[in-house]
């Protein structure tokens, strides 16, 4: 099992297209609409994306340890104990 301060691997990849001067911002379908060409506005749907994207991957992450450690309430709820011992658990 990976530690939370593992090194994320993979490198997401996505594509978007984008319009300036439009009449509102949005993001649908993957295209980008910003009402100006400023770099600052770009700057920040950057970081919104970059953002999402990171909370993606820490989303995948904690999902995997769930996953990985699902035996131990499994086990408590079956027999009543686990069968790690306190030094085990803390090291999870």
């Known amino acids: 099992m990976q530690s939370a301060s ?4 993979t490198t997401p990849v996505d594509e978007f297209t984008y319009e300036s001067n ?6 649908k379908n993957d295209h980008i609409c910003i009402p100006d060409d400023h770099v ?3 700057l920040a749907v950057s970081q919104g994306i970059a953002q999402s994207t990171k909370l993606e991957q820490y989303e995948a992450h904690v999902q995997s340890n769930i996953n990985s450690t699902a035996y131990i309430p499994e086990n408590i709820a079956n027999t009543g104990k686990s069968e790690l011992r306190r030094k085990q658990l803390a090291k999870l």
């Open 6 to 9: 593992a090194v994320i691997t």
């Open 40 to 42: 600052i506005t770009k």
């Open 22 to 27: 439009a009449s509102q911002t949005s993001i």
